[in-house]
C-alpha cells in the first residue's frame, strides 16, 4: 500500500489531519463516577468527521471488519443527513452499532486500514457507527417485518452477543427461538464483563429488548448441561437445531504460590461483583466488593484494563498494571489504554510475578515479581518473554486481580457425550457451517475461538445462523 | 419468578422454605445446590437442595440464618416470591454405592443437609450411623427423622443440654477407638467442623467426604470465588464439588477466604436490623 489511493491532491499537501475529537468526561471527574467516559459525537462533529471520508472507488475498510459492514455507504448517508437510514445501512450485517461501535478494537480493524488514514489519523467509523446507532435508538427503531414462521424451534444457549446475534438472524428468517441463560440478565460479557464507563447497560438493555420485540423468549436462570441437556433440548422438547454460545467463562490462574490469598480475585469475580451484582452500589445493593489501596492487575488486555479502572473508581489509590512484554505487544484496545493511562493507572512492563505474598489472615502483603526480557517470537508471532536472572523485586500490595484469559467452560461439554473439544476444551466446529460434531448442534463465539471480541462473536453467531437455516432447509 | 409454597420454623434460628421450582425438581439429585437471589438487590447466595418432590415440582431448602440474605429469606413467607432460583448446580453425591458402614455427621444446619443424603445411603443398603450435633439442644435439627433411618444415632450438645456433651467429634473419635469398622464418614457442617472430623479419621486413614461452603458468586465455574486447594491442586467447589476428600482440603484456606467480607456483611447485617429487618414480617 504505497500510493495513496485514488484523491491525492498533487500539488500542495494539506497536513495531517487528525479524528474529530470526542467529547470525553475529564480523567479526575470520571474516575469518581461510573458514568461513561466518551459522550459521542453531536451531530454536527459527525457531519464533520463524515465529510472527510474520501468515498474511495476501492474502500478498504470494509474487508478490516470482521461482518463487512457498508462503511463506505453509512458515512455516505452520514454526510446527506440522513441518519436513520445510516443506521438501517449498518444493521445489514451488524445487529449490535452501538456496542460494537464503543467497543471493538477499531485500530486494528475497520479503521487500521482506511486509505485516508494512511496520511491522516483514520476516519473514526467507530464514532461515527456509535452516532447513528444511539441517534436512531433515542429516535425509536421500527421493526423490520418478519416472514411467516417456519414452524421450527431452535435453543440458543448463552446471550452474549454470539448468542444475541444467531437468534436475531434466526427470528428475521422466521424461525421460533428461545435463549437459554445461566445468569438472571442477559448480554453475556456485555453485562457482566465491560463495565458501565465503557458500556452503559441501558445500551445492552436496549438491544435485547429489541430482539424480545421480535418475538425471541429467553428463559433465565438456566444453565444448560444442568436443567436440561442439549440432547434432552433435541429429543425431548422439540428444538430441531441448538446453539451454543456460552462463552469463554473460567478464570484463569498462575501457577504461582499464593493465589488463593482472599484479597487475590480473579476479574471474572471482581468485575462480576460489581458489574452484574451491582456491586459499587454496596450496602444499597447486597454484592460487596473488596477493594484496597494498592492493587495490582495481571494482565495486559481489556479485562484488565476494565479491572484496573474500576479499581481507581472504587477508590483504590494506587493502581498497577503488570504485563510481561511490552507495550507495544498490550492486546487492550488503544483508547483503552489511553484513558487507563489518563486516569493515573501505572503500566508496568516486561513483568512477572513469581509469588503473592499474604498475611497469617490470608491477606496480601505483596507480590514478587521478576523483570523479563523479549526473546525470539513464539507462535502466536509475539517476542516471548524471558526472565532476567537474578532481577526479583517485590510490590508493595494489598490486592490483587488475576486478568490472564480464560478457559473454556466443562459444564456443556461435560455434559454432551459426542461433542468433540480441542485441548484447549474449545468445541471444535466445521468453520463455513459452524456446525460441531453433533448434526443439528452448532457453535459460535468464545466458546469456539477462545477469549477473543464482541464482533467476532457476533461474526460467527451470524454465521451459524446461516448454517442453521441450510441445515434445517435441507 | 419462584413461590414459596411452605414455610416452617425448624428452630429460632433456622427455617425451612419448599420452593416451586419444576424443572430443577425434575432432574436435581442429592448433594447439589441451589444458587438465590431474593430480590433486584440481593445478593447470590447458594443453598443445598434439602429435598425435592419430581411430582409436585418442589425444592426444599434448610438454612440458618446468618447474615443479611439468609435473615431477608426467613423473613419471607408461603405465597411470597424468591426472585431467581438457579440448579440444580455442583455434583450429586455418590450415594448408591455400598460402602459398608456409614457415618453420617451434620452440624448445625448441616444435619437438614445430611439427612437426604444419609437416606440414600441407608437405601442403597448401608448400615447406617449418624451423629447430630449443635451447640445446645433447641437448635439441633432433624432428630425424629434422623433416628428413624439409623441403625445407630447418637446426639451431642456443646453445652451438654442434649446428648452427649461435647463435640460430633467425640462420638467419632470413640466409635473409632472402639475399633469399630467404620467404611466412610460424610460431613456437613460448619467449616471448623468439618476440618476436625477429617482431622479425626486422618490417622486411619477412613474415607471420609465434606461439603464444602465456599462463598460463591455464580455458582457455574465463571468466577473462581469459590476456589479451593484440594490435593495441592486449586479447585472450583461449585463445578467440581462441593463434596471433596476431606483428607485432601486445606482448611486453614477456606477458613480464611470465608472470613474474607466479614466487615462488609456485619455492615449488611446492621443495615438489615435497622431497616426493614427489625419489623418481621
Ligand atoms: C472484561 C472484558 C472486557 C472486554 N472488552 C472487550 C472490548 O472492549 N472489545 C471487544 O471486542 N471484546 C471485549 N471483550 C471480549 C468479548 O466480550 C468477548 O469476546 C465476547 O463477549 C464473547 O461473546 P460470546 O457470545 O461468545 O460469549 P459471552 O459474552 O461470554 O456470553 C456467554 C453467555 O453464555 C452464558 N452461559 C454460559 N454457559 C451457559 C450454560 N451452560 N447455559 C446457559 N447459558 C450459559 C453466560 O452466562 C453468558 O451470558 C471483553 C471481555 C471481557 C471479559
Ligand atoms: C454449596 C453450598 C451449600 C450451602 N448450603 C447451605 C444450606 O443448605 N443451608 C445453610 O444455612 N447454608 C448453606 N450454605 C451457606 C450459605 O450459603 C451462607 O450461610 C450464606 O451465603 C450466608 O449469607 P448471608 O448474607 O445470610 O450471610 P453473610 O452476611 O454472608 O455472612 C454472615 C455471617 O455468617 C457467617 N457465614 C457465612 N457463610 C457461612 C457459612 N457457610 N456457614 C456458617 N457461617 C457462615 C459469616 O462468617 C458471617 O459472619 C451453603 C454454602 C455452599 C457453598
Ligand atoms: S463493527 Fe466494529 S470493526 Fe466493523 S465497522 Fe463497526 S466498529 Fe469497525
Ligand atoms: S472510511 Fe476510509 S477507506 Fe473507507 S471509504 Fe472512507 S476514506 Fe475510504
Ligand atoms: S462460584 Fe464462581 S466459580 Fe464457583
Not at chain 2, 31 to 56: A, C, H, S, W, Y
Not at chain 2, 82 to 95: A, K, V
Not at chain 2, 236 to 257: I, K, M, S, T, Y
Request: hydrophobic content about 40%.
Amino acid at each position: 500500500m504505497s500510493d495513496e489511493g485514488e484523491s491525492a491532491p498533487k500539488k500542495e499537501r494539506k497536513p495531517p489531519t487528525k479524528k474529530v475529537p470526542i467529547p470525553e468526561q475529564p480523567p479526575n471527574v470520571r474516575i469518581r463516577n461510573f458514568d461513561e467516559v466518551a459522550l459521542g459525537y453531536s451531530a454536527e462533529q459527525a457531519l464533520a468527521e463524515a465529510e472527510k471520508c474520501m468515498q474511495c472507488r476501492n474502500p478498504k475498510c470494509i474487508s478490516g471488519c470482521p461482518v463487512e459492514v457498508p462503511i463506505k455507504d453509512f458515512i455516505n448517508l452520514i454526510r446527506e443527513h440522513k441518519f436513520m437510514e445510516a443506521a438501517a445501512k449498518i444493521k445489514e450485517t451488524n445487529s449490535l452499532p452501538a456496542i460494537c461501535g464503543r467497543v471493538c478494537p477499531q485500530e486494528s480493524q475497520c479503521e487500521v486500514s482506511c486509505i485516508y488514514g494512511i496520511r491522516n489519523e483514520p476516519i473514526a467509523i467507530g464514532r461515527l457507527e456509535r452516532f447513528v446507532a444511539d441517534y436512531a435508538r433515542v429516535k425509536g427503531e421500527t421493526l423490520p417485518k418478519l416472514p411467516p414462521k417456519i414452524g421450527k424451534k431452535v435453543a440458543i444457549i448463552g446471550s452474549g452477543p454470539a448468542g444475541l446475534t444467531c437468534a436475531g438472524d434466526l427470528i428475521n428468517l422466521g424461525y421460533d427461538v428461545t435463549i437459554f441463560e445461566a445468569f438472571h440478565k442477559p448480554g453475556g460479557v456485555l453485562i457482566y464483563g465491560i463495565p458501565e464507563f465503557r458500556l452503559p447497560k441501558e445500551i445492552v438493555t436496549a438491544e435485547v429488548d429489541f430482539l424480545k420485540r421480535l418475538g425471541v423468549e429467553i428463559k433465565y436462570n438456566s444453565v444448560i448441561g444442568k436443567i436440561r441437556t442439549i440432547h434432552e433440548l433435541m429429543n425431548e422438547d422439540g428444538y430441531k437445531a441448538v446453539f451454543i454460545g456460552s462463552g469463554a467463562g473460567a478464570p484463569n490462574f498462575m501457577p504461582i504460590k499464593g493465589m488463593s490469598l482472599t484479597t487475590v480475585f480473579s476479574a471474572n469475580e471482581f468485575l462480576t461483583r460489581v458489574n452484574l451484582m451491582k456491586g459499587y452500589k454496596f450496602p444499597e445493593y447486597d454484592t460487596p466488593v473488596k477493594i484496597g489501596k494498592k492493587v495490582a492487575v495481571i494482565g495486559g488486555g481489556n479485562v484488565a484494563m476494565d479491572a484496573a479502572r474500576t479499581s481507581l473508581r472504587l477508590g483504590a489509590s494506587e493502581v498497577n498494571i503488570i504485563y510481561r512484554r511490552s507495550r507495544e505487544e498490550l492486546p487492550a484496545r488503544a483508547e483503552e489504554v489511553h484513558h487507563a493511562e489518563e486516569e493515573g493507572v501505572q503500566f508496568n512492563f516486561l513483568v512477572n510475578p513469581t509469588e503473592v505474598l499474604g498475611d497469617e489472615a490470608g491477606n496480601v502483603i505483596g507480590m514478587q515479581c521478576i523483570r523479563m526480557d523479549l526473546g525470539e517470537p513464539d507462535e502466536s508471532g509475539r517476542r516471548r518473554p524471558v526472565p532476567i536472572k537474578n532481577s526479583e523485586f517485590v510490590m508493595d500490595l494489598d490486592t490483587v486481580i488475576v486478568a490472564i484469559g480464560n478457559s473454556p467452560n466443562p459444564i456443556i461439554p461435560h455434559t454432551t457425550p459426542g461433542l468433540d473439544v480441542s485441548r484447549w476444551g474449545t468445541i471444535v466446529i466445521n468453520e463455513e457451517t459452524g456446525m460441531t460434531s453433533i448434526p443439528g448442534v452448532f457453535a459460535g463465539g468464545d466458546i469456539v475461538t477462545g477469549a477473543a471480541t464482541v464482533i467476532s462473536a457476533m461474526g460467527q453467531g451470524k454465521n451459524a445462523a446461516r448454517g442453521i437455516h441450510a441445515y434445517l432447509s435441507g | 419468578m419462584y413461590e414459596i409454597v411452605f414455610k416452617q420454623v425448624l428452630n429460632p434460628v433456622t427455617k425451612m422454605l419448599v420452593v416451586r421450582a419444576p424443572d430443577i425438581a425434575k432432574v436435581c439429585k442429592p448433594g447439589q445446590f441451589v444458587m438465590i437471589r431474593v430480590n433486584e438487590t440481593g445478593e447470590r447466595i447458594p443453598l443445598t437442595i434439602g429435598d425435592f418432590d419430581r411430582k409436585k415440582g418442589e425444592i426444599t431448602i434448610v438454612f440458618q440464618e446468618v447474615g443479611k440474605t439468609t435473615k431477608l429469606l426467613g423473613s419471607l413467607e408461603k405465597g411470597d416470591y424468591i426472585l431467581d432460583f438457579i440448579g440444580p448446580l455442583g455434583r450429586p453425591s455418590e450415594t448408591e454405592k455400598k460402602y459398608g458402614t456409614v457415618v453420617a455427621i451434620g452440624g448445625g444446619c448441616g444435619s437438614a443437609i445430611v439427612y437426604p443424603v444419609a437416606r440414600a445411603f441407608k437405601e442403597a443398603g448401608n448400615y447406617l450411623i449418624t451423629i447430630n450435633g449443635a451447640r445446645t439442644m433447641d437448635l439441633l435439627l432433624y432428630r425424629k427423622q434422623m433416628e428413624k433411618i439409623s441403625d445407630e444415632f447418637y446426639e451431642t450438645t456443646d453445652d451438654g443440654s442434649c446428648g452427649v456433651h461435647g463435640f460430633v467429634t467425640t462420638v467419632l473419635s470413640e466409635l473409632i477407638q472402639s475399633n469399630r469398622q467404620i467404611d466412610l464418614v460424610f460431613a456437613v457442617g460448619p467449616a471448623p467442623m468439618m476440618k476436625f472430623v477429617s482431622k479425626t479419621t486422618e490417622a486411619k486413614k477412613i474415607p471420609t467426604i465434606v461439603s464444602l461452603n465456599s462463598i460463591m458468586v455464580d455458582g457455574t465455574g465463571m468466577c473462581g470465588a469459590c476456589r479451593v486447594t484440594v490435593g495441592g491442586q486449586m479447585k472450583f467447589a461449585c463445578v467440581d464439588g462441593p463434596e471433596f476428600d476431606g483428607h485432601q482440603v486445606d482448611f486453614n484456606e477456606l477458613l480464611g477466604r470465608l472470613n474474607a467480607y466479614k466487615t462488609y456483611e456485619a455492615e449488611s447485617d446492621k443495615r438489615w436490623a435497622s431497616q426493614a429487618g427489625g419489623a418481621s414480617k
